[in-house]
Structure formats: C-alpha cells, structure tokens
C-alpha cells in the first residue's frame, strides 16, 4: 500500500511547489498590459505592412498610447474608419489625411525599351540589378521581374507588357513596393493627382531615346504649355509639381514620346474596353439561354 501512496504524495508536493513556483514568478514578472494600447490594436487590420511608419500594428497601437499628439490616421489599410475609432477611443481628432496611391515611374514597355540581353536566372529584380546592372539600355527602368507584386500584399500591382502598373483603387498606400524596387521607381503621390511623368531617365534626350523610344527627352514643351507653373524639366527628366497640377493634361497631350500618362485617359479607355466586352458576350450569352 504504501508503494502507492508515498508516490502519490510526492507528486501532489511537487505540484504544490511547482504552483508556488509559478504563482510568485507571475508576480515578480508581471508586465501590465496598457488597455488603450490594446483597444487600439484591437481596431487596427493586423496587415503589419509598415505603411504608417512603424514596425507592424502592435508598434504603432503602442505608440499611439504613449503619444496622443501622434497621428491616428497613418493606417492606410484601415482608412478613415479606422482612424475614426481610434481618435474615438484617445479622444482626439481623426484629422484629414488625404488618401495616397503608388505610383510607377516608367513606361519603357515592350517594343520601346531596348533589351540588351535575355534573362533566365533567378526572377528577381534585385538580383538582376546587381548581377548584370538590368536586362535593358535604359538602366533607371522597371526590369519587369515582380518584386514589387511579390512585396504587395493586397495584389495591387501587376507586371504587364513589361512594366509595372498599379490598381488605384485596391491601392493602400502601405509603401511596400516603393521600397522593393530597386530602381527606386515608385513614389507615393495624393491619389487627385492624375497626370504623371512616367520616365526616370536623366540621360540626354538622344541617348534615352537610343534606350526607349518612350523616354522624357528633356524638350521642355510640356514645361512651356503648361499655365499652372506645375511643369519643370531637371536633369533632363519632366517633373509635375504635385500640389501645382490642376489635372489638365495639356503636357500630356504635348509630349512627342509619350512619356507623360493622363490616367483619366487610361480610366475612360479601360471603361470602353470592359463595355467592348461585355457587349460582345451579350450575344453569346443570349444564345445560351437560348
């Protein structure tokens, strides 16, 4: 009998000690937990994109407690209603951030920018820059590789006829591509803003235009047609002053290469080709049910 039992009772002592044990450790190391910081957490999308600045969502919650003059409305993901209920539980004003979209500044898409060599290696944009300096003869553009898809997690950017263009309106702003690409081509700029310079060439115009027949070749007719001041040609590259432009597109329709993108433009052709579409399945579908 006692076999049994005095195996028992050491069990049941080393549970009581073990209990102890861990009941004063719990004490010792007790961390408190910030309740607002945890509330405020609890309202953020956990994407962790690190678009507001910070490390992830728990790094912002935290300094959004600490901080209550730090802006609420820096999560892109969660937008206005999110900013909302966070300026709800600080008791503070959301303020008024206007809503940001990616941006790609290259229009080098095949047939006008010069390839200089077939790559099959790894598929990374990366690791072709820093092997062989890029696959085209223009060295400032998009290599077409994707590592600004693969950094994307909201699937807002696409690689298609050898650039990178993006989807304002899945856009979050969270800046992710902007810092996977390794040409430094993609830029944040207020989502009003429609017409855009998509080149980064500064080479001389004859020697970008040997590189892509789409490349800015610093003729500053664009600068001259432009009545808003919004317009400058620096190191040979257009720029568009974002808080000047009013959206125009006078420079656009001014550019001999084609370098300068009115999305308004792209927008209303996109429309008519999705009503193309539509309009040509119509019959099919018609026959169907037939």
């Given at each position: 009998?006692?076999?049994?039992?005095?195996?028992?009772?050491?069990?049941?002592?080393?549970?009581?000690?073990?209990?102890?044990?861990?009941?004063?450790?719990?004490?010792?190391?007790?961390?408190?937990?910030?309740?607002?910081?945890?509330?405020?957490?609890?309202?953020?999308?956990?994407a962790n994109c690190g678009g507001c600045g910070f490390a992830g969502c728990?790094?912002?919650?935290?300094?959004?407690?600490?901080?209550?003059?730090?802006?609420?409305?820096?999560?892109?993901?969660?937008?206005?209603?999110?900013?909302?209920?966070?300026?709800g539980i600080l008791g503070v004003s959301a303020g008024d951030e206007e809503?940001?979209?990616?941006?790609?500044?290259?229009?080098?898409?095949?047939?006008?920018?010069?390839?200089?060599?077939?790559?099959?290696?790894?598929?990374?944009?990366?690791?072709?820059?820093?092997?062989?300096?890029?696959?085209?003869?223009?060295?400032?553009?998009?290599?077409?590789?994707?590592?600004?898809?693969?950094?994307?997690?909201?699937?807002?950017?696409?690689?298609?006829?050898?650039?990178?263009?993006?989807?304002?309106?899945?856009?979050?702003?969270?800046?992710?591509?902007?810092?996977?690409?390794?040409?430094?081509?993609?830029?944040?700029?207020?989502?009003?803003?429609?017409?855009?310079?998509?080149?980064?060439?500064?080479?001389?115009?004859?020697?970008?235009?040997?590189?892509?027949?789409?490349?800015?070749i610093g003729c500053k007719k664009c600068e001259k047609v432009c009545k808003?001041?919004?317009?400058?040609?620096?190191?040979?590259?257009?720029?568009?002053?974002?808080?000047?432009?009013?959206?125009?597109?006078?420079?656009?329709?001014?550019?001999?290469?084609?370098?300068?993108?009115?999305?308004?433009?792209?927008?209303?052709?996109?429309?008519?080709?999705?009503?193309?579409?539509?309009?040509?399945?119509?019959?099919?579908?018609?026959?169907?049910?037939?």
């Amino acid at each position: 009998m006692s076999s049994i039992v005095i195996p028992v009772i050491l069990v049941v002592a080393v549970g009581f000690v073990a209990a102890a044990v861990l009941s004063f450790a719990s004490k010792v190391f007790y961390v408190a937990v910030d309740e607002t910081a945890a509330a405020i957490r609890a309202e953020l999308p956990g994407a962790n994109c690190g678009g507001c600045g910070f490390a992830g969502c728990d790094d912002y919650a935290n300094a959004l407690a600490g901080d209550h003059d730090l802006p609420c409305n820096r999560c892109a993901v969660g937008g206005p209603a999110v900013a909302e209920k966070i300026a709800g539980i600080l008791g503070v004003s959301a303020g008024d951030e206007e809503r940001q979209v990616a941006v790609v500044m290259c229009n080098g898409v095949n047939g006008a920018s010069k390839k200089v060599m077939e790559y099959t290696d790894l598929k990374s944009c990366k690791a072709a820059k820093s092997v062989f300096g890029g696959l085209n003869a223009c060295t400032y553009g998009c290599l077409g590789l994707g590592d600004c898809v693969d950094a994307c997690q909201f699937d807002s950017i696409h690689v298609r006829d050898g650039v990178a263009w993006v989807n304002r309106d899945t856009c979050t702003s969270c800046g992710a591509c902007v810092k996977a690409c390794p040409n430094h081509l993609i830029r944040l700029a207020p989502e009003k803003n429609l017409v855009f310079v998509r080149c980064s060439n500064k080479d001389k115009g004859g020697q970008a235009m040997k590189a892509c027949s789409n490349a800015c070749i610093g003729c500053k007719k664009c600068e001259k047609v432009c009545k808003f001041d919004a317009v400058h040609v620096n190191d040979n590259l257009s720029y568009i002053d974002p808080e000047k432009c009013k959206n125009c597109g006078m420079c656009e329709k001014e550019c001999p290469t084609g370098n300068i993108i009115n999305m308004r433009l792209v927008a209303n052709v996109a429309k008519k080709a999705k009503a193309a579409a539509a309009a040509a399945e119509a019959p099919k579908q018609e026959a169907a049910q037939a």
